[in-house]
């Protein structure tokens, strides 16, 4: 299940590497994120041209079936070796809906993650953000109510010292009327989030954002140095067979390697999606080595950030195999 599929439902992993040199905060798009040989590591000569971070994401059965709480993200990212985290706001709503988002609630949200940041000597990367309204409605109010519901989440990025928040854009099915949309709503939330020093990004992330020369088109319109995309592996559904059921399968996919390649261009963070691995440790719908070559090819250095989807390893066996396959592949990219 999609992360925005997951909101619209409900109102919607071992070695552990140490990696260094992690990167400034802002404009990871072109930070070094070399790491180096460890003891856990032996065989490493030298570190992959990307930093690794872990999306959220990938422990949400943990925390929304197994009783894990969610700021126990930066330990786990530790121990499993990685260097930056990426949050998922969807994944504290049950405290802070209750709490109606309050300047206070929000406060102890970035004190609690900062805290287990810095505790545990992790990179706060960005925050992915659910569930604050269509920012590519044709309904005008209802657009503005969205740029402005994510307010909160860039203050809160900025305090913690993120580079960026990774945004939606639904509202429309119509490309004439979502390509607009979309560059109004952006250009508005990236207008605030540029006095904030914080990237606004998009992610292929079903509907028409999985339209990389659209989403691409939307880039260039909107023009702002601040505004950004966030290309996945894997989320290249543009239509389901029943768009209500998400077991139907794509009627209209587009290719994830042109697709990665056309949104690359305006990257600032990048997501290796998994699902599911071969016995030799490859994913099964993904040549990362090919993945990889054309995100080093676009002179990207920054963060790549682990997710893992899948459901026939656990959340953690799968999160190590996608983490041991990135730095495989990463060896063989030229």
């Known amino acids: 299940m999609k992360r925005r599929d997951f909101v619209s439902r409900s109102a919607q992993a071992g070695v552990a590497i140490s990696l260094v040199g992690l990167a400034a905060c802002k404009d990871q798009s072109k930070a070094s994120g070399a790491g180096e040989e460890t ?13 690794l971070s872990l999306a ?21 990212a530790k121990a499993w070796g990685f260097s930056g985290l990426e949050y998922v ?36 990367v960005l925050i992915m953000i659910d569930g604050q309204g269509d920012l590519a409605t044709s309904e005008e109010p209802a657009r503005i109510a969205a740029v402005e519901n994510h307010y909160k989440w ?10 960026s928040i990774r945004v939606n854009l639904a509202g429309s099915s119509d490309p004439e009327a979502w390509v607009p949309n ?51 592996f894997g989320n290249f559904c543009i239509r389901r067979n029943d768009p209500k059921d ?16 056309e949104l690359m261009p305006h990257a600032k ?16 719908h993904t040549d990362y080595v090919k993945m990889l070559q054309i995100v080093k090819d676009a002179g990207y250095t920054g963060f790549i950030g682990v997710e893992y989807e899948g459901s026939v390893l656990g959340e953690e066996a ?11 592949a990463a060896k063989s990219v030229s």
Not at 271 to 278: G, T
Request: aromatic share 8%; glycine share 10%; hydrophobic share 35%.
């Open 89 to 124: 706001s969807q994944l504290y709503s049950k405290e802070l809906e209750a709490a109606t988002y309050s300047p206070e609630a929000m406060q102890r949200f970035v004190d609690r993650c900062n805290e287990e940041a810095a505790k545990h000597g992790l990179k706060n």
């Open 182 to 232: 979309s560059v109004d709503g952006l250009t508005r939330l990236a207008t605030y989030a540029a006095g904030k020093n914080i990237n606004v990004l998009v992610e292929n992330h079903g509907g028409l954002s999985s339209n990389a020369a659209l989403l691409a088109r939307v880039m260039e319109q909107v023009g702002m140095p601040n505004c950004g995309t966030l290309p996945d």
């Open 56 to 76: 959220q994401w990938s422990l949400h059965r943990m925390i929304r079936e197994g009783g894990v709480d969610p700021y126990q993200f930066a330990e786990k």
């Open 318 to 328: 799968g999160i190590l195999a996608t983490r041991d396959l990135l730095l495989k």
């Open 269 to 284: 963070a990048v997501s290796a999606k998994s699902h599911d691995f071969d016995a030799s440790g490859n994913e099964t």
């Open 39 to 51: 003891d856990a590591n032996p065989e490493a000569e030298t570190g992959p041209f990307f930093t």
């Open 154 to 163: 860039v203050d809160a990025a900025a305090a913690m010292g993120c580079h």
């Open 246 to 261: 998400w077991g139907s399968g794509c009627a209209e996919e587009y290719d994830r390697y042109q697709g990665v390649r």
